[in-house]
T-cell receptor, first 114, second 115 residues
Framework: DGGITQSPKYLFRKEGQNVTLSCEQN?????MYWYRQDPGQGLRLIYY???????QKGDIAEGYSVSREKKESFPLTVTSAQKNPTAFYLC?????????????FGQGTRLTVV | AQKVTQAQTEISVVEKEDVTLDCVYE???????LFWYKQPPSGELVFLIR??????QNEISGRYSWNFQKSTSSFNFTITASQVVDSAVYFC????????????FGKGTMLLVSP
């Protein structure tokens, strides 16, 4: 079955630690995205990538980093510089260059700082 | 810049009632696309519908219908005869046809349907 897989589903981080959230897709999509969801805030874009080895900052990129070494994978690292990392993180993918296409989402990773 | 406003934070209805979720958008682009997504408690966003800026025809899909009005920059979503399984957070989103375009989401409306 084609889709987007995010892991882990739940993640706990100690203050000062970096953690990496995994996102893998087998939809052959060029574009991938990371969103952060907080209660009452909707979804806010962290980073996105339209092709391999290229990515752009979204609206709230500070304290986060990404890589796009393979078409299928777009991992997100939450660094210690992110002051309030507790949130629900959603990864998405879509076809590139066609704005009329919908994005497909993974099931999310809930990150909690302990 | 683009903006999507979903003024209703939470709506509660009783099963079989009709309910309308409002969405108002702002953009200076003439070509854009509007989307609705459903987020059940499991967390994954499920795509419901896409509409482009040149197509103002209303659409009906089973119990779901969408009303797109460019004159008021609105793209409202109506669920007829609501069911408990409709309980979820619903997001409206906008994507413009320029450059590296991404989805701009509203803050979502939580719909609670009670038996």
């Amino acid at each position: 079955d084609g889709g987007i897989t995010q892991s882990p589903k739940y993640l706990f981080r100690k203050e000062g630690q970096n953690v990496t959230l995994s996102c893998e897709q087998n939809l052959n999509h060029d574009a991938m995205y990371w969103y952060r969801q907080d209660p009452g805030q909707g979804l806010r874009l962290i980073y996105y990538s339209q092709i391999v080895n290229d990515f752009q900052k979204g609206d709230i990129a500070e304290g986060y980093s990404v890589s796009r070494e393979k078409k299928e994978s777009f991992p997100l690292t939450v660094t210690s510089a992110q002051k309030n990392p507790t949130a629900f993180y959603l990864c998405a993918s879509s076809r590139r260059g066609t704005v009329n296409t919908e994005a497909f989402f993974g099931q999310g990773t809930r990150l909690t700082v302990v | 810049a683009q903006k999507v406003t979903q003024a209703q934070t939470e709506i509660s209805v009783v099963e079989k009632e009709d309910v309308t979720l409002d969405c108002v958008y702002e953009t200076r682009d003439t070509t854009y696309y509007l989307f609705w997504y459903k987020q059940p408690p499991s967390g994954e966003l499920v795509f419901l519908i896409r509409r482009n800026s040149f197509d103002e025809q209303n659409e009906i899909s089973g119990r779901y219908s969408w009303n797109f009005q460019k004159s008021t920059s609105s793209f409202n979503f109506t669920i007829t005869a609501s069911q408990v399984v409709d309980s979820a957070v619903y997001f409206c989103a906008l994507r413009v046809d320029s450059g590296y375009s991404t989805l701009t989401f509203g803050k979502g409306t939580m719909l609670l349907v009670s038996p």
